[in-house]
């Protein structure tokens, strides 16, 4: 907190500049176009930071949607090969699981695709987490 005493000599020590200096001239409505082109520049400060930051957000939306459309592409590819691969599989070891299981073929394709499927789907994530974690290359 400013103490009184300094005040007071603050404000003496004013009203003896404007005793001893005379104020320069200004125009009458110098004040007016200070305030005007103060508020022009926030203005423009305002707008730029507006725009700028709707760039941002249009590139944010962009790169989400991509990555959206690669996730969904990657997932369909997933899902069509999952069935291709569990379709192909029974059909070539059906024969064979028949003179070996009897009427439990069914259910060892249905197991033998479930587990494909499941390699399938976490073969990219799992190489992925045994790279970081091992700095394999």
């Given at each position: ?40 520049t ?11 930051f ?23 590819g ?20 028949r ?18 499927g ?8 799992l ?11």
């Amino acid at each position: 907190m400013t103490e009184p005493r300094l005040v007071g000599l603050d404000r003496a020590f004013d009203e003896a500049l404007g005793r001893a200096l005379k104020p320069p001239e200004v125009p009458r409505d110098f004040h007016r176009r200070v305030h005007a082109a103060l508020s022009r520049t926030i203005e423009t400060d305002l707008q730029s930071l507006r725009e700028r930051f709707e760039d941002e957000r249009r590139r944010q939306l962009q790169a989400l949607e991509a990555d959206y459309v690669r996730v969904r592409r990657g997932t369909l590819g997933t899902l069509i090969g999952v069935a291709f691969v569990a379709g192909a599989g029974a059909a070539i070891a059906m024969p064979w699981l028949r003179t070996h299981l009897g009427i439990y073929a069914p259910i060892a394709i249905a197991w033998g695709a479930v587990a494909l499927g499941l390699a399938m789907v976490f073969q990219e994530p799992l190489r992925q987490l045994l790279q970081r974690g091992f700095d394999i290359d």
